[in-house]
Structures are given as C-alpha cells and as structure tokens.
C-alpha cells in the first residue's frame, strides 16, 4: 500500500473510483438503447474540444465538455430527423470531430502534440487537482441523472412508443441521456482515453448481463465491475511500469470472459432444472401413470 503515499497515486485512485462509477452508469441505458457505440464516437467528436483547449489556453477537460454536449445533441437530432442519411451525416459528424482535434493541436503552442496523446489514451498518472475537481462535479451530476432518473430513463431505453404513451418527455430524456454520455466521455478521458472510453462503458454493462437479467442487480454488478478494474488497472499500472488505460480495458474484457465462463454452467443448471419443473407439472405427464393404475385394477 505504499502507493498511497504519494499524492499523484490519490488523484489517480480518486480518479478511477469516479469513472469506474459513471461509465456503466450511463452505459446501461445506451446498451439497452442499442447504443453501444455512442461514447466512441462522442469521444471523437471530444478531440476537437480537446485541441481547441490547446489553442486557446483553455481547459481542454471543459473545452471538450462543451463540444462533446452540442456533439451528443447534434447526434440525437440526427437520430430523429436524418432518416436513410442518418448514417452518413453520423460518420461525418466523427471524423470531423477527429480532423478538427488534430488541426487545432498542431496550431496550438509547441507542446500540444505530446498532450494530446494523453488525453487520447489516458493519462491517469498525470491527473492534477484541477482534473480532480473538474472529475468530482461532472461525476456527480452523471450520477445525479443515472440514479435519480433511472425509472424514467430506463422506460424510455426499453419501449419508447411505450414511454411516449405513458406521458414521458421521451426526446428530453433521449436527450438527457445524450447529453449525460458526452458528460461521461470527458470525465474518464483522463483515466483511459477518448479512444478507449467506451469500452468501459459498455463491456462491464455486457459482463454484468451474464450473471443477471435484472435491471437493479445489472446496474450493481456493471458498477462493481468498473470500479474493481479502475483501480486494479491503476495499481497494477504503478508496480509493472505498463499503460493504465489499456491495462483497465484489458481487465474489463478478461472480467467479461471470466463471468461469461461462469455464467454458462449455471444457465444450463437453471435450464435442466426449469425443464424438470415444468416435466413434472405438465398434466400429460401425470395421465400414463393413472392409466396404468386403472388397468391394474381392471384386470383384477
């Protein structure tokens, strides 16, 4: 625990112990939408934020922030109204956002290059009191969202016809829950990177799904599962001298492995055992043995 001991490793912990928390967080609901892949491309449309930072001697976190909220929004209006070009408005929307990061980096200050890479593919290690401040507000308004409004935001990820129905804003929500992704993106760009952010918000969610099928207990578990390889990432990171950021995505996906492993067994236990239930309460089951009590007694 001698790691402890040094204040850069406390604002790492810290850190990851608040993106472990957001990122499945908000991921359950985009796993549920079928949204999988969401935080990837607000993250690309995040490096433009990131560079315009550089450019103007701006917080790149809040720089990216901003740009990262009008990406998720644009990307839901696109949602709604792109129809069959839906997809290509998206593509260009991402690769925009990617070519607007590099060309504002390398019109910022000499220097620029080097920190982009960081916030790219994380740089835990590097995370300042500022970042930590910044980490500490933008987390708590993403959980405010994911827990205070989970019934909302869970009816709407699941039927929005339904939702509709029933009286819900579902295009605020939608938005909402846009808006909440972008929030999440530049809040763990610092821990693992805007390239490898949305791994961590989607594989403990896929992961968590193997041992439940409840939405609560799925929540828990995904949340658990981020915590547990944030900080195990980190640690491991500072004894064997390796990347923080590829080290938490690779323990999330051997989490998913392992629990996947686990789970088979038990659903076809759960499997053998629903089939034997159901063999023994089925009526047509029960009739050949009763028959064959009738004809015993007949041929007495």
């Known amino acids: 625990m001698d790691f402890l001991d040094y204040a850069f490793m406390q604002r790492a912990l810290l850190a990851a112990v608040l993106v472990g928390i957001t990122a499945p967080a908000i991921g359950i609901y985009l796993v549920q939408r079928r949204q999988a892949l969401l935080g990837d491309g607000i993250g690309h449309v995040a490096m433009t934020g990131v560079g ?61 290059n080097a920190n982009l890479t960081s916030y790219l593919f994380g740089s835990i290690t590097t995370v300042s009191e500022s970042d930590v401040t910044t980490i500490c507000v933008l987390a708590a308004l993403v959980v405010l969202v994911t827990v205070g409004l989970r019934r909302q935001l869970f009816a709407v ?13 579902v295009r605020a929500l939608n938005l909402l829950t846009a808006v909440t992704a972008a929030v999440t993106v530049t809040v763990a760009m610092r821990v693992v990177g805007l390239l490898l952010v949305s791994a961590l918000m989607v594989v403990p969610v896929a992961a968590a ?25 980190t640690v491991t990171s500072y004894y064997q001298n390796v990347p ?46 009763a028959s064959r009590e009738g004809a015993g007694k007949a041929g007495v």
Not at 222 to 231: D, E, K, L, M
């Open 244 to 289: 923080p950021s590829a080290t938490i995505v690779l323990l999330t996906i051997g989490a998913f492995i392992a629990l996947t492993a686990l789970a088979t067994p038990l659903a076809r236990r759960r499997a053998r055992a629903a089939a034997a239930t159901q063999t023994a309460g089925d009526p047509a089951e029960c009739v050949i043995p």
């Open 157 to 169: 990820s699941q039927d929005e016809e339904f939702a509709r129905v029933t009286g819900l804003p």
């Open 209 to 233: 799904q193997q041992l439940s099928r409840s939405f609560a207990a799925t929540f828990a578990i995904a949340v658990a599962i981020g915590v547990s390889v944030t900080i195990g990432g």
């Open 52 to 112: 315009l930072g550089f450019l103007l001697n701006a917080s790149p976190v809040w720089m990216a922030t901003g740009v990262a909220v009008v990406g998720a929004v644009l990307m839901e209006l696109i949602r709604w109204y792109g129809k069959t070009r839906g997809d290509i408005a998206l593509a260009m929307l991402f690769y925009g956002g990617m070519a607007g990061g590099v060309l504002f980096t390398n019109l910022a200050p000499t220097g620029s």
